[in-house]
């Protein structure tokens, strides 16, 4: 039978969202959207050997474990000794210890979930680990545990084991991830980054019901509790692909010292702070940006150039705080002074370091450094090979200037070298690098030359200056800019809130970045081409699709806000595609129909 047939008609409409703002999720992978817990032995602010009535969630989500009886609270240690790189664990005595997280709507009716322990058995009964049930046999939503000497994840009763076993002498990384968008293989059990279990599982989703998650039980009546230490748990609301897992997998091992064996795909050398990554597994499957959490460092994959095995880039830095230095620049003429903070970047493919071809685009944060950046002057890129190397060196044709408080260096494969990286301010004549930041000045045509102004304070236009590709457009506020032409290509565009690009019905347009908090008004059913991942994310910009006539969304659209704002109410705008709102929807004039009378294919709006 034929879909249902919606139609919304509307002079204004307004569908608002109210989550709160995202926090980076560990490594720079997701945010606290997706990962909605996230417990931390070393959060715990106790004396060894102390009972845990309340375990805090660093996902900031609010989903703290809690245990009210006294008898029933587990034990805070304050070094699990070289297990766990001597980090704090907590301790759960495989009789009555086990706490509860309170059941939300986070935690409930989900397409996909991923649970990660740093845990170490003391013994190897049938045991919990994580689970939400009223039983095994009733609204068993998801269970993470261990039975018959192996590891086992059950989602909607449906269980699998790992292939392996766990001993009692050693620490490890285990999880349990499912997905129901996949085809095939839907539920996976991991063991120190190898996958070692799968199966099928009919089952796309993850119900609901009103059991807490339990952490270290199974069930009221059901005293097979965990025994044994935990150093972290993670658990995310969605299935995390093997890119991403594998980055969160480095993260912890390399933090609590755990072997992973060849799954380990970055060597810290003491810059081991913040550590984030991005890459693939196989070309389809990655993690092409960061998210935060790197310090005042993002990565992101440039010209679609993850494309190998295991081919991944890494950073981590030492703990050396933010500042200026006038250090280590030896020789680099009108390089005076640079960041402080120093960060080891690594890339690797397939095990081999600096192997494979990798372009990356490297961004320094100022905000989140707290450095008051230059918009006179460009950045330039500083390495050296070796830690102890006394100079830094300067990459060469390789400059930023700043954009929305971001300085992006976009790297090519041949300039990419594993080693130390840091920038500094280049205080020199630099019209001869010919990489540009156009800022509006008034509201006009994007080819109207009195429009622009570079960081020099000269006229010009972004498509047609010589390095186009490279520049940076910044749309100020209050200023409408409008596009006539098709294949407008750029660096990096910022539209600041109060802003607005008009693209109208041009097409083939490609920036490296699209962001800011202000509008891009669209006629049709096109966005342009390039990473908009924080201007589509929540906190991000207006989206507006306007004009006369009828047009559809044939592929799956993300928006922060969406406005439709057609011309009238015979003009339409028909959802064929899943569509993701994560602030505010508003229909202010027009029809919007929710599939066409004739397709056979679910839609979701969400």
């Not at 397409?111 to 009223?134: E, H, N, P, S």
């Not at 008009?502 to 059913?525: A, E, K, M, Y």
């Not at 929710?594 to 294919?601: A, E, G, K």
Request: proline share 2%.
């Amino acid at each position: 039978h034929r879909k249902c047939l919606v139609i919304i008609l509307l002079a204004i409409a307004s569908l608002s969202a109210h989550a709160q703002p995202s926090n980076p999720g560990i490594g720079g992978v997701l945010t606290s959207d997706e990962k909605v817990i996230w417990l931390r032995a070393g959060d715990l602010t106790l004396d060894d050997n102390d009972p845990v009535g309340l375990w805090p969630d660093f996902s900031q989500n609010g989903n703290a474990a809690t245990q009210t009886n006294s008898t029933s609270q587990p034990l805070y240690i304050s070094s699990g000794g070289s297990e766990f790189n001597n980090h704090p664990v907590v301790r759960f005595n495989g009789n009555s210890h086990f706490m509860e997280i309170a059941s939300n709507d986070q935690l409930n009716n989900m397409d996909g979930l991923t649970i990660l322990f740093v845990m170490k058995l003391d013994g190897t009964g049938t045991q919990a680990f994580l689970t939400k049930r009223a039983n095994h046999n009733n609204q068993n939503r998801f269970g993470f545990l261990y039975h018959q000497n192996r590891i086992r994840f059950d989602v909607e009763a449906v269980d699998q084991s790992s292939n392996v076993p766990l001993n009692t002498t050693s620490s490890f990384i285990i999880g349990g991830m499912f997905n129901g968008n996949l085809s095939g293989n839907r539920q996976f059990v991991f063991r120190n980054g190898t996958q070692v279990g799968s199966r099928t599982n009919n089952n796309t989703h993850i119900g609901t019901n009103n059991e807490p998650v339990r952490l270290g039980r199974f069930n009221d009546g059901d005293d097979r509790n965990l025994n044994g230490e935990v150093a972290e748990v993670l658990m995310y609301r969605t299935g995390l692909n093997n890119a991403q897992r594998l980055i969160v997998e480095n993260v912890l091992a390399i933090k609590y010292g755990i072997d992973i064996g060849t799954n380990q795909m970055f060597s810290p050398e003491g810059y081991d702070q913040d550590i984030i990554g991005v890459g693939t597994t196989d070309g389809i499957q990655e993690h092409s940006e960061t998210s935060g959490g790197g310090g005042g460092l993002y990565l992101s994959e440039r010209d679609n150039g993850f494309n190998e095995i295991n081919e991944f880039v890494f950073a981590g830095h030492s703990g050396l705080g933010h500042g200026i230095s006038t250090t280590g620049l030896g020789n680099i003429e009108d390089v005076d002074e640079r960041w402080n903070r120093v960060w080891r970047i690594e890339r690797r493919t397939n095990g081999v370091v600096d192997g494979g071809n990798t372009p990356v685009s490297i961004i320094f944060d100022f905000e989140e450094a707290a450095i008051t950046p230059s918009y006179d002057n460009v950045y330039v890129l500083l390495h050296k090979l070796n830690e102890g190397d006394a100079d830094f060196t300067m990459v060469p044709s390789v400059y930023a200037s700043v954009a929305g408080d971001r300085a992006t260096f976009n790297l090519p494969d041949e300039l990419f070298k594993t080693g130390y990286y840091t920038i500094g301010e280049f205080t020199g004549d630099a019209s001869e690098f010919m990489i540009k930041t156009w800022t509006s000045q008034i509201t006009g045509n994007w080819n109207n030359s009195l429009v622009w102004k570079d960081q020099y304070g000269n006229n010009g236009t972004p498509s047609t200056s010589a390095t186009k590709e490279y520049d940076n457009i910044v749309i100020k506020n209050g200023h409408t800019i409008t596009i006539t032409d098709d294949n407008y290509i750029n660096n990096d565009l910022f539209i600041a809130e109060g802003g607005i690009l008009n693209i109208g019905n041009t097409l083939g347009h490609h920036w490296g970045s699209i962001r800011g908090q202000g509008r891009i008004r669209i006629i049709g059913d096109y966005f342009p081409e390039g990473n908009a991942t924080q201007f589509t994310s929540q906190g991000g910009g207006i989206t507006e699709y306007y004009g006369n006539g009828a047009f559809s969304f044939e592929e799956n659209r993300t928006f922060n806000h969406l406005y439709v704002n057609l011309n009238n109410l015979s003009s339409s705008l028909t959802l064929l595609a899943d569509l993701t709102i994560n602030g505010n929807f508003h229909i202010d004039r027009g029809t919007f129909y929710i599939n066409d009378n004739s397709s056979t294919v679910s839609r979701r709006i969400r």
